[in-house]
Structure formats: C-alpha cells, structure tokens
Nanobody
Framework: QVQLVESGGGLVEPGGSLRLSCVAS????????LRWYRQAAGKERELVAQ????????EYGDSVKGRFAISRDNDENTVFLQMNSVKPEDTAVYYC?????????????WGQGTQVTVSY
C-alpha cells in the first residue's frame, strides 16, 4: 500500500526558510520520480518541483525557481523541499506526489498535505 507522509510545515515570516519532508512507503522508492505540489485557498493545485528517480535531474515551477530546492534520500525513502526566501504567495498546502503505473493504468498517489503559512 503506497503511503506518503508530509511534515515540516508551519508558520514562517517572509524571507525566512522552511524544510518540508515526505516519507514514502509501499513501493520501490528509488525507481520513481517524486513531485511536490501546492494548493492555495481558492486556487488550483500547481506543480512546485520534481526530481528524477536518481536525484540527478530536477525541475521547478517558475514562481519558485532560485528559491526552492528539491532533493531526495533513497536510503531513507524521503524527499525534501527546501524553501528559502519565502513570500506570502507561497502560503498553501504542500503535497507530495508519486505517479505509478500498475496493470497499465497510471495512478497518482498523494500525501495528506502539510500547511505552510507565510506571514508576520
């Protein structure tokens, strides 16, 4: 059973930093790319960052380029999102995601999310 458990969210002041973690289980972690999405109140879910199975390739949404960094530890089945120079518009629920093909069907798996609030 695939499980993704996010942690590390909270209240942070503008310009500050936060590190999110997502611990995965129930699948061969090192074989899959992982993603962080976020969803602000009243808005659609958007892709924040993604990382390849090896960790050698990363991509970022335009709004977070140069400020956020995604990384992974395949020994610990964990993916991270380092958030630096945060802005109020980064306020959202952040979700960890993996896409797995089972029996020729692509399925999305999500964690429960962790709330990040950027405010004074």
């Amino acid at each position: 059973q695939v499980q993704l458990v996010e942690s590390g969210g909270g209240l942070v002041e503008p310009g500050g930093s936060l590190r999110l973690s997502c611990v995965a289980s129930g699948f061969s972690f090192g074989r899959y790319g992982l993603r962080w999405y976020r969803q602000a109140a009243g808005k659609e879910r958007e892709l924040v960052a993604q990382i390849s199975s090896s960790g050698n390739s990363t991509e970022y949404g335009d709004s977070v380029k140069g400020r956020f960094a995604i990384s992974r530890d395949n020994d610990e089945n964990t993916v991270f999102l380092q958030m630096n120079s945060v802005k109020p518009e980064d306020t959202a629920v952040y979700y960890c995601n993996v896409k797995i093909i089972k029996k020729m069907v692509l399925r999305d798996y999500w964690g429960q999310g962790t709330q990040v609030t950027v405010s004074y």
